[in-house]
């Protein structure tokens, strides 16, 4: 019986790291690739390699599948092989003992993760989501570059000039001086 993490972002650009942080697996699967594509090779190896027993951990359920019918899908051709499906996100699991609770649970969350994927593709067909949007839903967006010195900020306020005044004197508020005062 292993413990088996399966890994999927969409480019190969995207940081994997924050998926099953804190789990401990014997052996992780790991796709660079839009969930979209049917050929997904660490998904496909992943489920060749599955023994009887294994655990399969999986961040959340977008990761493993991007409608309702995939889902299911791979989630009872991994049963097939006698494993366990879990996903960490929505706490749930999946094994010939999965009481129905979990199988309604996976119904509705499946059918609102495939409604809201259809209502962003539709956005952005009508030229409603803007560049930052689609970034933040890509993982992409590394925010605006800071426009505040703090490191004029403190040498000031250890040259003894009061916040008050080092405020005045780069025209910002004195709140913004306090912050950078309590980085720095």
């Not at 942080?21 to 796709?31: M, Y």
């Amino acid at each position: 019986m292993k413990n088996i993490a399966y890994i999927r972002v969409n480019t190969s650009g995207q940081n994997t790291t924050h998926q099953l942080k804190g789990v401990a697996f014997d052996q992780a699967f790991e796709d660079k690739v839009s969930g979209k594509e049917s050929d997904r090779p660490a998904l496909n190896a992943m489920i060749k390699f599955l023994r009887e027993g294994d655990v399969v951990h999986i961040h959340d359920l977008s990761r493993l599948g991007r409608n309702l019918k995939e889902l299911r899908e791979l989630i009872d051709e991994i049963m097939s092989k006698g494993a366990t499906v879990k996903f960490h996100k929505e706490k749930l699991t999946f094994s010939d003992s999965s009481d129905d609770a979990d199988k309604r649970l996976l119904n509705m969350l499946g059918a609102v993760y495939e409604f809201e994927r259809e209502l962003m593709l539709e956005r952005q067909v009508d030229g409603q989501l803007d560049d930052i949007v689609m970034a933040k839903v890509e993982g992409e967006y590394k925010g605006r570059k800071a426009s505040i010195d703090n490191d004029e900020i403190l040498a000031l306020l250890d040259s003894g000039m009061s916040i008050r005044n080092v405020a005045a004197k780069l025209s910002l508020g004195v709140s913004t001086i306090q912050r950078a005062k309590k980085r720095g």
